[in-house]
């Protein structure tokens, strides 16, 4: 005689969760919505091609250039029409998010188990919660991170020494997606 095997309602509720969790990605950032980070980036790749310079991107940059500057740094240059920039040292605030995220993924993941298990929250629920936990993670390394000191030229503009903060804007804005696979 042949016993049918049952699955535990909890059972089910993990596997559910672990099917969700390995097919989605939570992306983490600013959106380019006038395309100035796509545009540099082709600029740069042009440049370091033909080792020509490229003209000034005539749009105020997205927060998503800014932070991509900011992160990665830029090298000093010139555009065509004259423009000369002064190099951005790299300050990898995002590195710094994702080791964050790597020590707090766990312990998010636990605070959230019991409720999910328990049927209050749902898989969407979960993954806002580790959307919005991620996009906390950004946001403190920004805030915290030990980064490159500003050029005194920068301090005196600024105001203040706090590298990656100027007015909040980037901070603030970070924003995130939950991008689900099939």
Do not use: C
């Not at 040292?89 to 298990?117: C, D, H, N, Q, T």
């Not at 936990?133 to 805030?143: E, L, P, S, T």
């Amino acid at each position: 005689m042949m016993v049918q095997e049952e699955r535990l309602p909890v059972m089910e509720r993990i596997e559910e969760l672990k099917r969700a969790l390995s097919s989605s990605v939570v992306v983490v950032g600013w959106i380019d919505g006038n395309d100035t980070l796509q545009t540099a980036r082709s600029n740069l790749r042009f440049r370091e091609i033909t080792g020509r310079r490229t003209n000034a991107i005539a749009k105020e940059p997205s927060l998503a250039l800014i932070a991509a500057t900011l992160n990665y740094g830029r090298q000093a240059g010139e555009t065509l029409s004259g423009h000369k920039y002064p190099e951005i040292p790299a300050r990898p605030f995002m590195k710094f998010a994702m080791e964050i995220w790597e020590r707090e993924f766990p312990k998010v993941l636990g605070r959230i188990m019991p409720s999910y298990l328990g049927g209050s929250i749902t898989v969407d629920g979960v993954l806002k919660e580790l959307g919005e936990r991620a996009k906390n993670a950004v946001q403190k390394a920004i805030r915290e991170g030990d980064y490159a000191p500003l050029s005194p030229r920068t301090v005196a503009a600024k105001g203040s020494s706090t590298p990656l903060i100027d007015t909040g804007r980037m901070v603030n804005s970070v924003t995130f997606e939950i991008r689900k696979g099939g």
